[in-house]
Each structure stands twice: as C-alpha cells, then as structure tokens.
C-alpha cells in the first residue's frame, strides 16, 4: 500500500468522468496536478488538488515545463474532443510516462488509444452499462469485477437448494467449479477466510474468483 500512496497522478480533463477520478484520488490523500483548459474546472479543483493547471493539453511545451513524465499515472479524461484526447495521449507516450489510462468515446477511438501505448482505455458508458446490464440479468450475480479480459470476481448467492447444507468440500467446490472461493457472505457478516466444512445457508452470497465461463456456468446453476 505505501508503494501506491506515495504514486503520483496527472489528471487531464475535468469533465464528469475526469473529475469523478480526481475527486476520488484527493480523498485517498494521493498527490494530482490536474490540467484543463477551462477556468471554471480548475477552480472546482484549485484549492483541493497538489496542482491546478489552466492549459490546453495539446501544447506539448506545455507538458514538458510542467514535468509531465515524472508522473506516475496520467488519466486522459478529454471526453468529447477525441482529436486533442489521442494527440494528447500520443504526446505523453512519447514523452516517457510510465502508465497511462485514456477514456474513450466509441470502440473506433478505444483502438486508437490502445495502439498509441494506453496501457488502460476505459469507456465509462459502456463498462457501466455493461456491468448493470448483467446485475439486470442475473439476480443472483450481486456484483463482478473483471481482473482481466477472461478473468473475473463475482458474487454470487445461493439460491438452490442443491447447495444448502452442503459445504465446500463435500461440494468438492474448487475441483467441479473450477472457481476459488475467496469470502462467504451470510446476512450483514462476511467471512474472509471459510471454512471448506462450513455448510452453506439458502441466501448466503459465495465471493468467486476464476475464468468467466467457469463463474458463468456457477451463476447458470443458480436461475
Ligand atoms: P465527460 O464526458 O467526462 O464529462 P467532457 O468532454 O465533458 O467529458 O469534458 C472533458 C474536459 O476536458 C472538459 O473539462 C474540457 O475543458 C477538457 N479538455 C478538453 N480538451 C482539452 C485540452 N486540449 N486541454 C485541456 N483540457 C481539455
């Protein structure tokens, strides 16, 4: 964790996204400059933010005088303005930052990014939607979080009766379900480290981590 305190974040562009990310570093107590080059942005941030920078990105004289290559993440969060977003993307690639994240408009502008060097394109819209879509789809899917393309954490609740009663390894869980069951939640009480002979209650929520299909396949058995 100290290794991840001690990071530190550019932001450029204060629209919803830029700020919501922004928002939320300042009250993790982690270093940002932010950029952009409306006043009325930085003002929201000038007080709150290490930096508040009014300028346009897409001057690359000004992203040098400023450093931008000793940061350690820079967010790209220039939302409509998809020219300046990939110009500015291209520019601090080139410039040497370690780690970029680049939000895209529309899958066209996320390959763009991806092939310039982003090492992360996020497309909130989309990733939310789709995320919401599935919890519309699958009550018993409680939530999920993609670790990689194929790999995810999900929870999921126990609605079958095939299961209750049973515990883990008379279930012989891991080996049927290819899953690793990292948290039982029953009620409000999460236990991070069940038993495999604890018996499992109808309504108690199992936190999983493995490959999609396998944590698709589990929550097919549950509707
Ligand atoms: P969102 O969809 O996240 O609300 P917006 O497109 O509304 O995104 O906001 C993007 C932000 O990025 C705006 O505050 C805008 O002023 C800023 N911005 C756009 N282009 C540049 C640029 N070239 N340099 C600096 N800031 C920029």
């Known amino acids: ?47 709150i933010a290490t930096q508040a920078i009014i300028a346009d990105a897409q001057d690359e004289s000004t992203l040098k005088s400023i450093g931008i290559r000793n940061f350690d993440h820079v967010v790209i969060a220039i939302g409509e303005d998809i020219q300046a977003s990939i110009l500015v993307t291209l520019m601090v690639k080139e410039l040497g930052v370690k780690y970029i994240t680049a939000k895209a408009q529309n899958e066209y502008h996320a390959r763009v990014l991806t092939k310039l060097g982003a ?3 996020v497309h909130p819209e989309r990733d939310m939607g789709t995320r919401i879509g599935k919890n519309l789809l699958s009550r018993n899917m409680l939530d999920y979080l993609d670790l990689s393309s194929d790999i995810k954490v999900a929870e999921i609740k126990i609605t079958k009766n095939s299961f209750v009663g049973a515990s883990l390894s008379s279930l012989e869980f891991r080996k049927k379900y290819a899953l690793n069951v990292i948290a039982i939640r029953h009620d409000k009480k999460i236990d991070i480290s069940p038993a495999p002979s604890d018996a499992l209650i109808l309504g108690d929520s199992l936190l999983v981590v493995g490959y999609q299909k396998d944590v698709d396949y589990f929550n097919s058995l549950m509707d």
């Not at 700020?19 to 993790?28: K, P």
Request: with cysteine; glycine share 8%; charged share 30%.
């Open 119 to 121: 090492d992360k394109v």
């Open 1 to 47: 964790f100290s290794r991840m305190i001690k990071q530190t974040f550019a932001v450029i562009g204060l629209g919803r996204f830029g700020s919501s990310v922004c928002q939320t570093l300042i009250n993790a107590g982690v270093e940002v400059l932010v950029i952009d080059k409306d006043e009325a942005r930085i003002n929201d941030f000038k007080d």
